[in-house]
């Protein structure tokens, strides 16, 4: 017998209408249960790997992949860190900030709030701060007008638009013959920016370095550098480098230190996803066994009259492992389509049931992303489909075997 009438024989057992309903039945199921299975699986995999990328690129803009800091908070000499910092091959660019904790007021509004001075053009080369802006321009924060940009859960929660007037009050405060007078300057509102995760849009706010200077009287001093560089993942090398070459005691981090804790637990959870899922794919692979089992009883007669005509038991096995394979392959093929057709437009599918049901997927407070965000990895698409065609193989491999062993004079004993 040859190969060629084993795979047409298989293939007609799964086009074939069968005698019985039930068989056919469980057969679309099968089928059915493992294109959802892997759909789910390319979709959730999508979403992690979103939400990753997703994490690093809104932290990172805002943090910074590095950064030296004085060990008392006041870094003196910031022009020539700057320059050895630039100097080096591996630093795309280096900004200085000055960072503190204020209490922002607004008429009847108040939030406590971190502020952040910068130098406006070096920060966008750092951060990128400038593509995020909402309203105005990160360049209005000049020194001596007094300007702040605020995020926009911040200006939100404060009532605030573009032109306003907001008190600045801090916690060092002058001592006076009354006592002690907290510090407090009335800053202007020049512009709105939207990172997207609500520990920044709500908590941070940007004033000129120079006005932050006055405003925490540091003098010529600042807190710290920023530095983006060539290589994310060589950051913390690179940083020490800089550092060794200033010859100053610093504290240095880079953004690995400071939110590994993120990375790692979205690592962790992609892990734990995907073998709960791959559990989802076995069980409906698992179903081809039943499924073939329920054919093999169907089809005794069938197979007593193949092994009269001369089938080998081998041809036997081959015919239903083609039969179980065609129902995985399919399976497999239709959720791989369906899931990369999903991923894809995830972000406009969610879009429109957020307008038409007024609901809100991912609520801005409690998240760190506000949006859902994916994106497909042919990688993870390849592996699931791998794993999923291998399952499916295996699982006919017992109903086959049986079949094989099937007797011609016990199938047609009866009949």
């Known amino acids: 017998m040859s190969s060629s009438f084993e795979f047409w024989i298989g293939s007609r057992y799964v086009r074939s209408r069968s005698s019985n309903g039930f068989v056919s039945l469980i057969s679309a199921i099968s089928m059915l249960g493992i294109a959802i299975a892997v759909m789910v699986l390319i979709v959730v995999m999508s979403v992690v790997n979103g939400f990753e990328r997703e994490l690093k690129d809104r932290l990172l803009a805002m943090t910074a992949h590095a950064s030296i800091e004085g060990v008392d908070g006041k870094l003196p000499s910031s022009a020539a860190l700057l320059e050895l910092a630039i100097a080096d091959e591996q630093v795309r660019a280096a900004a200085p900030y000055v960072n503190g904790q204020a209490l922002l007021v607004f008429e009847r509004q108040l939030s406590g709030a971190e502020l952040r001075g910068i130098e406006p053009q070096l920060e966008n080369d750092v951060s990128g701060i400038g593509g995020v802006m909402q309203e105005g321009d ?59 995760m609500y520990e920044f849009d709500r908590r941070l706010a940007f004033i000129n370095i120079n006005d ?81 089992v329920m054919v093999v009883k169907d089809k005794q007669a069938d197979i007593a ?73 042919y990688g993870d698409v390849a592996r699931i489909a791998i794993i999923s065609l291998a399952l499916a193989l295996a699982s006919t491999l017992y109903p086959a075997w049986v079949a094989a062993r099937t007797a011609p004079a016990e199938a047609l004993r009866y009949d």
Request: glycine letters at 8%; proline letters at 2%; a positive charge.
């Open 212 to 292: 932050a200077q006055k405003l925490y009287r540091m003098h010529d001093s600042v807190t710290g550098v920023r530095l983006a560089v060539t290589d994310i993942y060589a950051a913390a090398d690179i940083v020490r480098r800089v550092a060794l070459q200033y010859g100053e005691v610093v504290l240095v981090s880079d953004w690995t230190r400071r939110h590994v804790n993120f990375f790692r637990s979205i690592q962790i959870t992609k892990s734990i996803l995907f073998v709960i899922l791959l559990l989802v794919i076995a069980v409906a692979a698992f179903n081809i066994v039943s499924t073939l």
């Open 305 to 377: 009259i193949l092994r009269t005509v001369g089938a080998r038991p081998l041809s036997i096995l081959k015919i239903f492992v083609t039969q179980g394979s065609i129902i995985g392959i399919a399976g497999t093929l239709a959720g791989v389509g369906l899931g990369i057709l999903l991923a894809q437009n995830l972000e406009s599918i969610i879009e429109f049931f957020e307008a038409v049901f007024g609901i809100k997927f991912l609520a801005a407070d409690v998240y760190f992303i506000s949006d859902l965000p994916s994106e497909l990895r």
């Open 138 to 196: 990160i360049t209005d924060l000049q020194a001596g007008d007094f300007n702040i940009v605020l995020g926009v859960e911040l200006a939100d929660a404060m009532q605030v638009g573009i032109g306003d007037k907001v008190t600045v009050t801090l916690a060092q405060g002058r001592v006076t013959p009354l006592g002690v007078v907290p510090r407090y300057k009335r800053f202007t509102v020049s512009g709105v920016y939207r990172v997207g």
